[in-house]
């Protein structure tokens, strides 16, 4: 069974950093690549950021580029969003989400985590 739990959320100030961790289990299937996404009020969700577990590719939103990272350890089974120079945009509560690196859809969700950036 699969599970994708994610924690490090909160409220920060504008440009403030905050990391959120993505804590992954049962991920069996291989390879895999776990993304995160994020989803304002009143807003579509859109992606952020995701890293091939294996060969740790990764691949971000352009406007994100810069400063969001991810990263993973494999030690730990986690995934890591570091963001930095944060603004009230930025607001949302963050996903993290896993797929086959082979497929398109992203199949398994984590329960999010939320992030408030205030001015």
């Known amino acids: 069974q699969v599970q994708l739990v994610e924690s490090g959320g909160g409220l920060v100030q504008a440009g403030g950093s905050l990391r959120l961790s993505c804590a992954a289990s049962?991920?069996?299937?291989?390879?895999?690549?776990v993304g995160w996404f994020r989803q304002a009020p009143g807003k579509e969700r859109e992606f952020v950021a995701a890293?091939?577990?294996?060969?740790?590719?990764?691949y971000y939103a352009d406007a994100l580029k810069g400063r969001f990272t991810i990263s993973r350890d494999k030690a730990k089974n986690t995934v890591y969003l570091q963001m930095n120079s944060l603004k009230p945009e930025d607001t949302a509560d963050y996903y993290c989400?896993?797929?086959?690196?082979?497929?398109?859809?992203?199949?398994?969700w984590g329960q999010g985590t939320q992030v408030t950036v205030s001015s």
């Open positions: 049962g991920l069996t299937f291989s390879p895999y690549r």
């Open positions: 989400a896993a797929r086959s690196d082979f497929g398109t859809q992203y199949d398994y």
């Open positions: 890293i091939s577990w294996s060969a740790g590719s990764t």
